[in-house]
């Protein structure tokens, strides 16, 4: 299955040596915490994956899933980050370069997914393997374009 995830990726890593890089009228976070809360999202989202049971899925109306994946755009601040992604306090450019590294193995696994895995977000509901990477694509662009806003507007 073909995904974006690995273009994204590169892009995410465009933007490490910005780590320290804040706007507060963009974020109150830097750069550095939206990189990687983008990628701990990744490698969690994809182990859950992994560990989903197939069986165990069951599809569920969620108007917000389909407004989401639909127009491919999350709101800005209005969904709190779960604190198992919410990035420690100091961030290095190192951190950050592992956590990369990780991510890149973690895409190429999905390829041994089945497609009838899925992942349970906390506002959309269950996921299957390819409405999962969508929102893997969308979620990592929507950080992506606050890193941009946040890298543009300070130079």
């Known amino acids: 299955m073909k995904n974006n995830l690995d273009a994204l990726l590169n892009q995410l890593e465009h933007y490490i040596s910005n780590n320290e890089t804040i706007n ?3 974020s109150q976070s830097t750069v550095g915490w939206q990189i ?7 490698n969690g989202v994809v182990s859950a994956v992994h560990k989903s049971n ?3 899925y069951h599809w569920k109306f969620s108007l917000i899933k389909i407004m989401v994946l639909a127009t491919k ?3 800005r601040g209005k969904a709190k980050a779960p604190k ?5 306090a100091d961030i290095t450019c190192a951190d950050l370069e592992h956590h990369l590294a990780k991510a890149r193995d ?5 390829e ?4 009838d895995n899925y992942f349970e977000h906390p506002y959309f509901g269950k996921l299957k393997l390819k409405e ?15 890193i941009e806003d946040i890298v543009n507007t300070n130079q």
């Open 36 to 42: 990687e809360h983008s990628l701990l999202t990744i």
């Open 106 to 110: 973690t895409v190429k696994s999905l």
């Open 73 to 75: 755009k999350i709101p």
């Open 54 to 56: 197939p069986k165990d």
């Open 112 to 115: 041994l997914v089945s497609k």
């Open 84 to 88: 198992v992604v919410v990035p420690k």
């Open 132 to 146: 999962t990477i969508r929102f893997l694509e969308i979620h990592t662009t929507h950080h992506l374009n606050i």
């Open 24 to 26: 507060l009228q963009v």
